[in-house]
């Protein structure tokens, strides 16, 4: 899972390098496809480093927690912070399993939705009324 995360994280940044080259920047369409791309990566990249950081903490911490000529005090401080590190790269590892699993093609894409009054009379006609304006609310909230 690590090297998965460091090939995206190397990516995003790669891609953030792209949007300051003039080429890229002329092209709407590869404008357009390059902040995409990024904005579906940067949860996983913010996921992914603070988990990356959690690791190297956690190694940093049982070197130190092993290491014969350390401090009692500096030992029992390092068991603490790997009690600490455990449970939260547990549960970075349960965010990045849900944020790595591919998204669907047709996320992205618009859709038309026709709402219309069905038998029932001016009780329908409301209804539709009101039924449009939630979903017309919904999509503003989305973007």
Do not use: W
Request: with cysteine; aromatic share 8%; glycine share 4%.
């Amino acid at each position: 899972m690590r090297e998965k995360i460091l090939q995206l994280i190397d990516k995003y940044y790669f891609l953030k390098e792209q949007l300051n080259v003039s080429d890229v920047v002329s092209d709407l369409k590869r404008l357009k496809e390059i902040n995409q791309e990024l904005k579906s990566l940067s949860e996983v990249v913010a996921v992914g480093e603070r988990y990356i950081k959690a690791q190297t903490d956690l190694s940093a911490a049982r070197e130190l927690a092993d290491a014969k000529d350390t401090d009692s005090d500096i030992k029992e401080l390092a068991y603490e912070e790997i009690n600490v590190l455990h449970p939260q790269i547990e549960r970075y590892e349960e965010e990045l399993k849900i944020l790595l699993i591919p998204r669907d093609p047709n996320d992205y894409k618009n859709c038309i939705m026709e709402i219309r009054a069905g038998t029932g009379g001016e009780e329908a006609g409301i209804f539709a009324g009101d039924l449009f304006r939630m979903y017309n609310r919904f999509a503003d909230i989305q973007g």
